[in-house]
Every structure is written in C-alpha cells, then in structure tokens.
C-alpha cells in the first residue's frame, strides 16, 4: 500500500499542479481577478494587513521593469510548486487504510483550490507551507522548533492575519510534542514563541489603514503599473474595522446556507471525524486528559474559526483552512507516534462488507463528485473531477470538448 499510494499520491499532484499552473496563467491578466487582487496590496501607502508579499512583489517588478501581473503569476506558480512538493514528502509513505484515502482525497482538501479557482494560489497557502515545513523539523530539535516559530510566525501573519483563528492547532501540538501535562516553565515557553505574532495580529486588527494612505497605495499602483485597487484590494478601505467585518456578513445568513454549510461540513470532514473518535493520545497533555478520544479536543481547536465565519464571505475557504489544520495535525501526530487509531475497528465495521469495485465508485462520488463553493450564498458544485479536465479543455480549443470532436469526426 506504501508504494501504491506514494506513486498515486505523486500523480494526482503533477496533474493537480498542471491544472493549477494552467488556471493562474489564463486568469492572471484577467482585469477583475480576486486572487491578483489580494497580491496588489503593498506598503507604498504605509504599513497594511496582508501587505508584505505585494510590497516584494511591487519592489521586483519595479527593479526589473516587469509587469507586476506576470511577477505575480511567477511567484504563484513558484508558490504552490512548494507546497504540492511538501504535501507529497508529508504524506508519503504514511500507512494508508480506505477510510484514510477518503480523508486524504476529500474534495475540501488537496483538491479545492483546482476546483474553484478563485481559492486557488490566496495568501492562506503561506500558511499551509509554514505548517507543512515545521512538520519536517525533527522532534528531539526543540530549539529549532521554537525558533521556527519565533522567527516565521510574525512573518505568516503579516501575510495572512487569519492565522490567528487556528493558534490552537499550532500550540496543541507544542503541547504534545513536548509532553506537557501540567501548566509550568515549559508551557510559558511554547506561548512565548507565539507573542511576537500575536502581537503583530492585535496591531493589525486596532489600526486599520486610513482613507489617505489606501489612497496613495492605490495611486501608487495606477501610476507604476496601470493597476487599479480592486476587490481585496478594495476593501481594506471599505472593511477595514472589526466592526465593519462583521457587519458585511449580516442579512446574508439564512437556514438553507447554514444547513448547507452543516452538511458540507459534516460530510467533508467525515472519515476524519471516524478517525478522531477511534483515536487516543499516546500520552495525556493538560485538560485533554478528560476525552476518551480525539473528536471533541479536535472542535475545541476549530472553535474559534467560527468567527472567522462570522466576519468573511468565503465559506469554502475556511472549510477548506480548516479541513487542512486538522487533517495535517492529525497525520503528523499519527506518524510522530503521538496517537493511537483503531484502524482495524474502522475497517472491521464501515468496510469490510464493501468490495473494491464499490469501493472505487464510493471514492469517485465522494472525492470527485462534489466541492463547496467558495463563497457562502453559492451552492454545492457538482463533479470537480469532470468540469476541471473540461474547463481546460474548452479553454485550450476555444470552444466546448464535445463540439471539438463532432467537428473532428465528421
């Protein structure tokens, strides 16, 4: 299963990151993109949330006299090749099972950004890479560790705030990895390496940028590159308060987006949650001595992305954050040997009864027959692992596959 898994996992990725080259290409000149619109914003107009890799952006293309876009696009494509070759070392040669390949290969996962290309190359993948290269840090390092966060973590947040809304995953696995079971010097230690960044997120949060400096980096970016500040852009003026955040999302919530979200939740986090309510810690850390498994520690740490909720439109992309906080720690803690899964349980009560040509079928449905849209008032898409191949077809021959072939055959 290690060598079927590693070969499968590698060419789900080159074809995934084909794709996602081939989309960030076709839409990194498109005027109102809203992923290029989140990579315009910079410091030209003083210090601003999400600014750091916009300002390196804006000061290349500057240097080299290249057209922001195309510096943009260079450090997407460069930026999500990093992170598809950290999924792969991360997940390669794990011990897979049937219920594993479902959480591996669930839409909200890996997945998600190819299928709505508005997710696809947004500033949260820095953070995904900052997870994904701490867990490649041995864990007899505990000062490089520390250091690690102590140095990277300011910097993550100055490219993507939200990050705050996960620390609890973060400092759950200091707690694990270090064995602390009782608050002392070494727990004071693990959220002193967290305070820089913290800081750096309460700073952003109680001073917005003014009316008069969004002007001038939004002058800045019309007079060096012909650029307009749009969309992401946009509303770091219009969205700029707290209470602004969440005054956007009110009137829009209804039954039916709440009870959607639920199911997509529900649905998409399923073989994982299977998996933490047969799972236990090897050893007992602080107040998760009270669980007998891993399911309600695991909502606990998501908990306060409910305010993440609350304040941002893009539901899909906090499923889709989330989902990926909670399956990496869960394989990182399984591959450190800091739990215990009941795999055999598992596979005795859910598969057994199921033979291998339904049990492809089910993967096809569940993995590539559905995904969350991206923002909250949009319904469930349908067939990612159809539409996706089809889009790039019809973009490459200028009109739909099936017209193409008619036309071929005849």
């Known amino acids: 299963m290690k060598k079927n898994i590693n070969l499968q996992l590698l060419y789900y990725l080159i074809i995934l990151f084909f794709f996602a080259v081939f989309f960030l290409f076709q839409k990194h000149h498109v005027a109102n993109d809203s992923t290029i619109s989140e990579w315009l914003i910079n410091y030209e107009g003083g210090f601003t949330k999400r600014g750091l890799i916009g300002q390196i952006s804006f ?134 390496s967290y305070v820089p960044g913290i800081v750096i997120a309460i700073y952003i949060a109680l001073n917005p940028i003014s009316e008069e400096n969004h002007a001038l980096m939004a002058n800045s970016l019309f007079e060096n590159f012909n650029e307009t500040c749009y969309m992401s852009c946009a509303l770091l003026k219009t969205k700029s308060s707290l209470y602004q955040q969440f005054e956007g999302n009110l009137g829009r919530y209804s039954f039916v987006i709440l009870f959607r979200y639920f199911l997509i939740f529900l649905i998409g986090f399923g073989p994982l949650f299977l998996m933490l309510l047969n799972s236990k810690l090897t050893n007992k850390i602080l107040f998760f001595k009270i669980f007998n498994n891993l399911f309600f520690p695991f909502l606990i740490l998501l908990s306060p992305v409910i305010l993440l909720f609350a304040m941002g439109y893009d539901w899909g992309r906090w499923v889709n954050i989330g989902y990926f906080f909670s399956i990496t720690t869960f394989i990182y803690m399984s591959k450190n040997n800091m739990l215990h899964v009941s795999y055999r349980f598992l596979e005795k009560n859910i598969f057994k009864k199921i033979k291998n040509k339904i049990f492809i079928i089910l993967i096809i449905f569940y993995c590539f027959g559905w995904n969350p849209k991206t923002v909250m008032t949009g319904d469930v898409a349908s067939f990612p692992g159809y539409r996706i191949p089809y889009k790039v077809l019809k973009i490459t021959l200028k009109e739909s596959p099936t017209s193409y072939f008619k036309r071929l055959i005849n």
């Open 59 to 192: 000061y290349i293309a500057n240097l080299f006299l290249i057209d922001l876009r195309d510096t943009i696009f260079t450090f997407q494509i460069l930026t999500v090749g990093i992170y598809f070759l950290l999924i792969y070392f991360f997940l390669k040669n794990i011990e897979v099972n049937k219920i594993l390949i479902f959480a591996i290969f669930t839409p909200i996962f890996i997945l998600y950004p190819i299928a709505e290309i508005e997710v696809l190359a947004r500033k949260e993948l820095f953070v995904f890479i900052y997870l994904l290269a701490y867990s490649f840090i041995p864990l007899r390092k505990k000062n490089h560790k520390f250091f690690y966060k102590l140095i990277f973590f300011p910097i993550v947040v100055l490219i993507w705030e939200p990050v705050i809304f996960f620390i609890l995953f973060l400092f759950f696995l200091d707690l694990i990895e270090n064995k602390i079971n009782k608050i002392n010097k070494k727990f004071f230690v693990q959220i002193f």
